[in-house]
Each structure stands twice: as structure tokens, then as C-alpha cells.
């Protein structure tokens, strides 16, 4: 069986109250599932949330295809999933957005950017994590998408955890690790931070490096920022090396998908048991996402 076959018979079809009818077809990858028959603008019933939500749980990331959203509709669209953040830490001008409508975009005017991230390759993070209630869900809506460039990649942390060598289970487990705010997800320091030199001080949240998620009651490694990281109690060289370990296991081509934008695309995906990052853009072209996360537990 070719993969487009394999993956059109595990495609599943959920019924819901007042005939509202979905498709969940896994991608075929290492997480992830396209989701179709549901419009995110309209005010969504409690039956179907319940039924989206087990769908992100399963696959971790969910997209649905041809969506039309203001930010309106998209705070209301992840209020249905939770807390959604007010955003706090913030390189660009804010004024006329809504409070939780982070803006991620290369388009520069007048010199000055519209949103977070500019054009090039954000590392692979976790968001939210420098906090202590990191994000479960973000939510991405595609306004504008360039028509190469900017993808988006996930990778399944519960498959990394799983599949680690025991002694490397063994030595992590019960560590905490130090994540750091300092960092941005592009990999420059944050304005208003400072990077420190000893890595052991960092500024940010504390939180385990094998976290179990509280829904679905698996483990799922959990780090920070590629190459900010400190493993608490270990002599700094031990933990740059054990975490080089970790960065390496948890981005191998097996545990990883990624996303190939299109305009009206909405993602949703679970950081607590994956990590992100993407793709650089060229300056020339015009990429324009609006984002709301939504606030997690204090990982355990
Ligand atoms: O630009 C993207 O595709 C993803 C950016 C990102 O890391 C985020 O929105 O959390
Ligand atoms: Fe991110």
C-alpha cells in the first residue's frame, strides 16, 4: 500500500451533535492530522470542541485547511480551548491589536516590522516555557503565505522520550532544567535582556525535563531553546553534553513533520509534548500569521 493509501484508510469520520460531520486524517508523519468539515468562525458547540480537542490530543497538531478568521474570531476560536495569554514580551508595535493576538511576520514598514520572527530560521523551542504556566495550545492562522519558504516543523517529544537509551532515561530522570527568557525563538537576544555568562543564573522559568502531560498522562521530554538550556545540578559541561544528546535524539528525521503553508491555514498544536521551529523566508516575500497561545499547568 502506497502512503497516500495508508493514510486515506485510517481517516476517520466523527459524527457530532446536529449532524455537524469532521474528517481527522493523520498526515502520515511522526505527529499530526489534517482536520476537514469544520469552520472555525462560526461559535463552535461544547459536543464538537470535546471531539476536536481528543483529535489535538491524539495527534498533537491539528490543521484545518481554508479557514477565514479576524482576530476576533481567533481569540474566541482558542478561548474554547482554554486561557488564552495576553501577550507580555514583545519587539514590535502593538497598538490597535487585541490584547492576546501575538503577530508573526517578516513585513517591514518604514523600517519598522509588523510582527515577531522576522525572515530567518527560528530554532527549534517549546513556547512559552520561559514561564512558569507555559503554553498548551498555539494556535496559527496564515494570512499571507509566500509560495516557498517557512514552513513550520514539529517534533513528537512522547516518541523521543520512548525511544531514548535507558541510561539516558536514567540520567534524566528527575532533573529540572533552566529556560531561559533571555533567547528568542530566532535565536537573538531579547530586547530588554540581557544573555548572561554563566549559564547556571539564567533568567527564567525552572521546569522537568521529562514532563508528564496532565491530559494524556504520557511522558514527553521537554526543553526549552536549542543550545540556552541549563540542566540544574550538573557541572556545566556535563549538561551542554547531555543536552547536545537530547537536541540530536529529539530532532531526528523520525520523530519529525513539517508544515508546508497555505493562506487560510489554522494550526493548532500541543507544546507540551512537542517541539517547533521553522524555516527562513526571503525578505522579499510577504509572510503575515496571527497567533494566540493558550496557557498550560505549571509542568510536572
Ligand atoms: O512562523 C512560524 O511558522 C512559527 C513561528 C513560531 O514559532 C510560533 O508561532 O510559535
Ligand atoms: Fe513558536
Known sequence: MDRTTATHSRSRIMMVEQHQAFSVTPT??????????VDL?????AELVARLREAWLAHQVLV????????????????AFGDPHAVEVCEYDRSGLLPEIDVISNIM????????LGSGEAAWHT????????????LLFGKEIPPAGGNTRFANLYAAYETLPEETKRR??????IHDIAYTAAGTVRAGFEAVEDKTQGPGAVHPVVRTHVETGRRALFLGRQSYGYIQGLPVEESDAL?????THMTKPEFVWEHAWQQGDLVMWDNR??????GSVSSGARRMLRRVTVRGEKPV
Not at 468562525?41 to 458547540?45: T, V
Open 41 to 45: 468562525s462560526a461559535s463552535l458547540e
Open 28 to 37: 502520515g508523519g511522526a505527529l499530526g492530522a489534517v482536520v476537514t468539515g
Open 127 to 138: 513556547d512559552m516555557s520561559m514561564f512558569e504556566y507555559p503554553a498548551a495550545a498555539t
Open 273 to 278: 509534548c512537542l517541539i517547533h521551529g521553522r
Open 64 to 79: 484545518f485547511r481554508g479557514q477565514s478568521l479576524t482576530d476576533g474570531q481567533l481569540v474566541a476560536l482558542a478561548r
Open 243 to 247: 543536552l547536545e544528546e537530547l537536541w
Open 172 to 177: 534524566i530522570e528527575g532533573r529540572r532544567s
Open 109 to 116: 514598514v518604514d523600517g519598522r516590522a509588523l510582527g515577531a
